[in-house]
């Protein structure tokens, strides 16, 4: 059984950092993405960024710069690292994983079949 586990959030001041980590477990696919997404109550889940098992990285314009995905796969592990963060970024972060496609439609949360239960980050301004 495929599971995705999000920890790491908490509350910061702006201009702080963070970094959430996705654990995943059950995976026997040689092609997969680990997308980041991001949800505040009323609106869309937003992605934030993404992984290939290839190390193939995207980033929204949006946190391009302050955030940053790597993996450790060998812990059936990728972070998120937050840095330079503001109020606007507070949000529940979602990690997830597509186990069709190595990172083409990245931004797409319908694209995503595993999905984590998420973890709140909250920025204090």
């Known amino acids: 059984e495929v599971q995705l586990q999000a920890s790491g959030g908490g509350l910061v001041q702006a201009g702080g950092s963070l970094r959430l980590s996705c654990a995943f477990f059950?995976?026997?696919?040689?092609?997969?993405?680990i997308g980041w997404f991001r949800q505040t109550p009323g609106k869309r889940r937003e992605g934030v960024s993404c992984?290939?098992?290839?190390?193939?990285?995207f980033y929204a314009d949006s946190v391009r710069g302050r955030f940053t995905v790597y993996s450790d796969y060998a812990k059936n592990t990728v972070y998120l690292e937050l840095n330079s963060l503001t109020p606007e970024d507070t949000a529940v972060y979602y990690c997830?994983?597509?186990?069709?496609?190595?990172?083409?439609?990245?931004?797409?949360?319908?694209?995503?079949?595993?999905w984590g239960q998420g973890t709140q980050v909250t920025v204090s301004s």
């Open positions: 992984i290939t098992s290839d190390g193939d990285t």
């Open positions: 997830a994983a597509d186990t069709t496609d190595n990172g083409s439609s990245w931004r797409d949360d319908a694209a995503y079949q595993f």
């Open positions: 059950g995976f026997t696919f040689d092609d997969f993405s």
